[in-house]
């Protein structure tokens, strides 16, 4: 989820894969991977992630946070709701401008 989440934050902001890899510096394979899931980004780079589209790095890592799937059934439930219904809005924003 922490991945399609960076995905469209760099969507909403209408940046390409490119100037956005130039802005963390790394490289855009390295970015696509990070964006597609095959990687996960650090600390350091959420942090850059952050400062660049000026968003807390809680914010972020809220969809990094893993679902208890014994634990507080509700709250839990709550949690995935606001993550999927944020990720929805962003995603109909990017079809709208596709």
Same mark, same amino acid.
């Given at each position: 989820?922490?991945?399609?989440?960076?995905?469209?934050?760099? =969507?909403?902001?209408?940046?390409?894969?490119?100037?956005?890899?130039?802005?963390?510096?790394?490289? =855009?394979?390295?970015?696509?991977?990070?964006?597609?899931?095959?990687?996960?980004?650090?600390?350091?780079?959420?942090?850059?992630?952050?400062?660049? @589209?000026?968003?807390?790095?809680?914010?972020?890592?809220? @969809?990094?946070?893993?679902?208890?799937?014994?634990?507080?059934?509700?709250?839990?439930?709550i949690k995935q709701s606001i993550r999927f219904k944020m990720l929805? @809005?962003?995603k109909a924003i990017e079809n709208a401008a596709a």
């Amino acid at each position: 989820m922490l991945n399609e989440a960076l995905r469209l934050i760099r =969507v909403f902001h209408d940046m390409k894969s490119v100037e956005l890899a130039k802005e963390l510096s790394i490289s =855009v394979s390295y970015l696509s991977e990070i964006e597609t899931g095959k990687k996960k980004p650090s600390i350091e780079l959420i942090t850059k992630y952050s400062s660049i @589209f000026h968003i807390k790095p809680s914010a972020i890592l809220f @969809f990094s946070e893993e679902i208890e799937k014994d634990g507080d059934g509700l709250r839990s439930k709550i949690k995935q709701s606001i993550r999927f219904k944020m990720l929805s @809005f962003l995603k109909a924003i990017e079809n709208a401008a596709a």
